[in-house]
């Protein structure tokens, strides 16, 4: 088990990521929220323990579903909500959406081209190389984008080249409703790490601990300027490819089985059995966050639209 | 001191300045420690990485580099291979900056070889330039001489947004001699028509800029306004040299490039020969052509009183010699147009009194 501070700080990750985006679906079905919402619900481990390890310059990049990376890096709350309702006041000033959020604070970008993430990551870890700096690129993606030539071209340049980057794949099982055994020809994307010579780690992406652990060796590595590593999470979305899909492809009672493997509650329990706090404590660092969701809510609610200048702006700097 | 450079020699020598200038310059792509040993000799494999033939990840690469305070030099070889690429360059080093609401800034320059006429079929030969055009967020830039490849070329290197410099192999003599296999011809030159002008020309030591989105009036004439870039600029004016023994006043414009785009130069001629011609090596539906002449309608409509376009055909570029010379615009092909106009607006005062007849 890892040491008091890491668990609580894993916590605290795993519940800004959970009930930032409870308020962003409630946000979405009011009406508040424009196009689609892919929420990260049942992976929040996944980035909660790789994040744990990054600095804030640490350059991270992600998909689609890039909600919980950010939050999990400690992003803007209130920029970051201000942005999903496409408010001036939001990380973007409304031009980025829920899908392209872009926060340098901690170096964060995502993009909803599937796949797309893993050649980018490949530049600040290149130009941390180059300038000498001993930063860590992380990617985030799912198993779907595995199967995207992006994804061996850029595990074989990374490996080429020697550059510091971690692959962190969410294996949710699904990509929109065609699930992984008809998409990838091997049972675990970690295996196909061994193809381009690199570390390849498969973990329990439901428990934040493990995926804590599993991460610190790959992120050491990197930072050492020993190279690239694979990551292979199993997790699950709770809320199904984005918010209203239908999930009739689901087979029955599938869900439940990976509700039950939740892993907030499951830190929970490691928490409390651990000595490193009570229910009372948990409750005490619930409230505080929800304090801080709400907060952002009004703070995106009650910001102006951008002006319809900004329309053309920022094609060119 | 100002000396007389090939088209090649001078990207080079542009290159080559700014790599000394700013340590934050490298060079990526495919085969670069071949085609730029000088650049490797001096600068070592740190700064001129050669990459696998992986266009989307060294591309991306490029991008995520020039976000992270890196000012990269990607080349793509030929911009027919643009397609494997396609993504990261039309939807995240074109948008990233406007997507980030202007935070993050991404300058590079990708560096493509373009164009045909030397017989190397579909898949080596396209122009293409108007789909990076269509595309917000990158800008187009296309020298026609030496003087220019050099001065923008560091102009583009500096620039803070990514360009795509495109240089036509017609004119940086080396791609000719690789693709077409020099040693085979007796004049490689006179084999293809390589306008001399474009391959060799007066260029200053010193390092220049040449703006972006300046376009330049290559021959100055009051009968017909000719609009084109890179090779077509030779073309065009090889014509109005040809129509000039007739007493004809044919004024080129040299656009340099299509992102920015100089309309005020053009509509500015416009009003004074109110003929336009169009010249483009892209295809003509939905390209260049349109553009510039839409672009004139737009805001000087009452002084365009003919238009033109003379463009690739819409078809794939066919390889043998005999069509590909079909397909291209051609001296004869800008000829033919450029006196069909001049004789359309002979006779009639384009002045006042009745409009010549719009004869399409």
Known sequence: MVAKEVALDLYRRLVRIRTFEEKAAELWHQGHISGELHLYSGQDAVSAGVCAHLRPEDPTAADHRGHGPLLAKGGDLKKMMAELLGRKTGLCQGKGGHMHLFDPSVSYGCGSIIGAAMPLALGPALAAKMQKKDLVSTVFFGEGAANQGTFHESLNLAALWKLPVLFVCHDNRWAVSVPKAQSTAVPWNADRASAYGIPGALVDGMDAVAVYEAAAPLVQRARRGEGPSLLEATCYRFRGHFETDPLVYLPAGEMEEWKGKDPIPKLERQIIEQGYGTDQDLVRIREEIRNQVEQTAEFALSSPWPEPELATQHVFV | MTRELTFAEAIHEAIEQEMIRDPKVFVLGEDVQLLRHPLLEKFGEERVRNTPISESAFIGAATGAAYSGMRPIVELMMIDFFGVAA????????????????????????????????????????????????????????????????????????????????????????????????????????????????????????????????????????????????????????????????????????????????RRTVIDSVKKTRKLLVVDEDHRSYGLTGEIVASVAEEAAGSLDDFKRVAALDTSIPFSLALERVMLPSEESIEAAARAMLKRGKGVSSRGGPKPRRGR
């Open chain 2, 87 to 262: 993504d990261q360059i039309m939807n995240h080093m074109a948008k990233i900056t406007y997507l980030s609401g202007g935070q993050l800034r991404v300058p590079l320059v990708i560096r493509a070889a373009c164009g045909g006429g030397y017989g190397d079929g579909a898949h080596q030969s396209q122009t293409i330039w108007a789909l990076f055009a269509h595309m917000p967020g990158l800008k187009v830039v296309i020298p026609s001489t030496p003087y220019d490849a050099k001065g923008l070329m560091i102009q583009a290197i500096r620039d803070d947004n990514p360009v795509l410099y495109l240089e036509h192999k017609l004119l940086a003599d080396y791609w000719l001699g690789l693709l077409a296999g020099a040693n085979r011809y007796k004049d490689i030159q006179a084999e293809f028509n390589v306008p001399k002008a474009g391959t060799k020309g007066s260029v200053p030591e010193a390092p220049y800029t040449v703006p972006l989105g300046k376009a330049e009036i290559r021959r100055q004439g009051t009968d017909l306004t000719v609009v084109s870039v890179g090779v077509m600029v030779h073309r065009a004016l090889a014509v109005a040299e040809h129509l000039a023994a007739e007493g004809e006043g044919l004024e080129v414009i040299d656009l340099r490039s299509l992102v920015p785009l100089d």
